[in-house]
């Protein structure tokens, strides 16, 4: 495994503001309120917002106070994020909501990256990994023919690269992203030039689903949901 760079992209930046916000909601929140019932502004998380400047403004509801709740620094996206309390709204964007939306970003705001690397799988059978890390920066990995692995590392997301015609994960992907998903990370994906083949939660992980995941034999190639588990193939 070879590290090729360490860079603060569109994507990485999007990914770390959410996810702030997200671990707020299941850390600090969840003991008090069910992360179900709290819903987002939806203009306070578009892309326009979140990337506007060097502060950020994250509008949430329902958790029965009003006032900022939390502020942080993403120190390499050079971000800070404040999380601010408005009383009550019946619209806005829920918590299972905003894990998807975390989980397609990569695809929507690096697309043209992540299909450079893929491309170059398709060409040399060199796979590559991109790390989304929680403050905010995008590690790119070199890894092996037809083979990219590392030491569990958390993160908020993990893509890794596929030849052309490979849209799925193997047995070994699906084991790498339980770790990932269950210390907490959003989305474990592979790529190819033109698919993405997602695996995210939608909540806390579900003890049946790891259990039916850690058992599945052979590699998933089709859309399946299960009760906190999503797989869903993208064309990007």
């Avoid at 950020?56 to 009003?66: D, F, K, P, S």
């Avoid at 893929?118 to 890390?133: C, D, K, V």
């Avoid at 959003?186 to 033109?194: D, K, R, Y």
């Avoid at 806390?204 to 859309?223: C, N, P, Q, S």
Wanted: with cysteine; hydrophobic share 40%.
């Amino acid at each position: 495994m070879k590290y090729q760079e360490a860079s603060v992209t569109p994507g990485s930046r999007y990914l770390a503001v959410l996810y702030r916000l997200i671990d707020v909601l299941e850390t600090r929140l969840a003991e008090y309120y069910d992360p179900r019932e709290v819903l987002v502004d939806e203009s306070s998380i578009s892309l326009e917002n979140v990337m506007r400047g060097d502060r950020v403004r994250l509008i949430i509801y329902n958790i029965g106070e009003e006032g900022v709740i939390d502020e942080y620094q993403l120190k390499d996206a050079g971000t800070s994020i404040v999380i601010e309390a408005r009383g009550t709204s019946y619209t806005g964007i829920g918590y299972e909501d905003l894990l998807e939306i975390i989980s397609r970003a990569p695809f929507r705001l690096d697309k043209d990256l992540i299909r450079s690397l893929a491309i170059n799988t398709s060409r040399s059978g060199i796979e590559y990994m991109l790390l989304y890390t929680e403050s905010g920066l995008n590690l790119r990995l070199e890894g092996e023919r037809l083979r990219v692995r590392i030491p569990f590392v958390k993160t908020v997301a993990s893509i890794h690269t596929h030849p052309e015609g490979a849209c799925g994960l193997s047995k070994a992907d699906l084991a790498s992203g339980l770790d990932l998903l269950v210390e907490g990370g959003v989305l474990e994906a592979s790529a190819t030039p033109t698919c993405g083949f997602l695996m995210y939660r939608r909540g806390f992980i579900d003890e049946d689903d790891y259990i039916a995941v850690k058992t599945w034999r052979g590699e998933v190639l089709r859309d399946v949901a299960l009760k906190s588990i999503v797989f869903k193939r993208i064309y990007y």
